[in-house]
């Protein structure tokens, strides 16, 4: 059984949600799946009147997404969550915590406990080293 | 005019939970609130990849604790699904009775802390008190008060007597008999509409398009509810959502009181109907493929995406938690509000930060 999403291209991320938007889709959240070598799938979740419509793009390890956090401010956190945890890149975040939405804004992140599952990658660690 | 940032949270005499935000004050106003999240970030759905699919149902339940017994359901029911289980009838009536029980409590422990956030101490003893009925009863029949651990895969693994059920009838009469006087106080009394009545007001269109779950979106007018897919039992039960127009704190507050009393007859409903029959069915074999799933929660949508591929452990396990989505209304209700009301509206939400940061 596979999730019945429709599968958009990079392009068409923020059209999607314009178009979800317009049509007074509520926005529910995001989904990160890391596919290995094979990229991410990032899925988007809606709701209206209880029916749900999902979205799945797939874009390789790297890429910036579009955000579409200027079209659903409630997409910020989402957003944030998935650089923190996957490491993702956002073109258009409304409110960047670059990478500090769980994470200590100073000191070495993979020290922190409880946090060392994050794919973050410390700037500073090799220089450490 | 000066602007100062105060930090509120996430230790703060009025929160049960540790909530934490940034506030950008001019004099007593606020015109700005950033949240700041990882205080309790314990990398949950990381750790889906690393126990097996039945495992998993114990690192649910402890997502969160008030509400353990319908992330244990929504998860259960996603595997269940994936693996084409169908859950035996008496199964799906015994989780309805222990979540709305859950719902219950969850909303007792909040409204004794909303009264004691505008200094309500008895108000909040008077409910915590008849919130300890409900507490006996998990105990009673799961034989824990908070995390009751009654989801398996497949259905549920222990059942509750006709006696206690008869007991059960027993103690939601007199607790509704004890919770009527609250709800008046709470409804009508002078002081608790002055700091409640038009507080935090999210309107409807907009409290639709920052994405709020739950109490939260009723209270501006929506009637959407998650049980209206009629999963488990909910197909055989009579239900209509509970709503409020104002989207103020009054509102919200009014939504969980009525909320309280309309869970307290679903459990009514359900004992009378339930049926006779097996507990689970087993599972063979490993789950594959994905989903997505969602219940209601006490806070409002809980939404599971699943993802396995055949083996012991998911590949993906990613929980969305009402209170994740009931942030973004919270940061449009702040800016405006006087400082001394910041407590009222962030309770307002019912936030649950062990929910939210996972």
Known sequence: ??????????????????????????????????????????????????????????????????SISGIYFAALLVENENRDLFGLEYDGLVLDFNRTLYLEESGDPMTAPFCKITTFINPNAKTEA | MTRSIIPFGPQHPVLPEPLHLKLTVEDETVVEAIPALGYVHRGLEGLAQRRDYHQMIYVVERVCGICSCIHAMCYCNAIEKLMGLEVPRRAKYLRVIWSELHRVHSHLLWLGLFADAFGFESL???????????????????????IVSTNIIGGVRRDISEDWLKQILKDITEIEQQLKPMFDVMTNDYTIKKRTVGKGVLSKELCHQLGAAGPT?????????????????????????????DGDCYSRNKVRFRETFQSLEIVRQAINRIPSGELAVKPKGNPDGE??????????????????????????????????????????MLPGAQLADVPVLALSIDPCISCTER
């Open chain 2, 124 to 146: 909040f003893m008077n409910l915590w008190k008849i919130r300890e009925r409900v507490m006996d009863i998990n105990e009673a029949t799961a034989g824990n008060r908070v």
């Open chain 2, 291 to 332: 989903i997505a799933f969602r219940v209601e929660q006490p806070r409002g949508e809980l939404f599971y995406y699943v993802k396995c591929n055949g083996g012991k452990n998911p590949e993906r396990v990613r929980i969305r938690t009402p209170t994740f989505a009931n942030i973004p209304p919270l940061l449009a």
């Open chain 1, 1 to 66: 059984m596979m999730l019945d999403a429709s599968t958009i291209s990079l392009d068409g991320v923020r059209n999607s949600a314009k178009e979800m938007f317009d049509e007074g889709w509520r926005f529910v959240t995001q989904t990160v799946v890391d596919l290995g070598d094979e990229g991410f799938d990032i899925l988007f979740h809606y709701d209206k009147d209880l029916a749900e419509t999902h979205y799945r793009a797939r874009v390789p390890k790297g890429t910036v997404v579009p």
């Open chain 2, 217 to 245: 979106l009723r209270g501006s007018g929506w009637a959407q509810d998650v049980r209206q897919l009629k999963y488990e039992a909910f197909d055989e039960l009579d239900f209509e959502p509970v709503v409020e127009y």
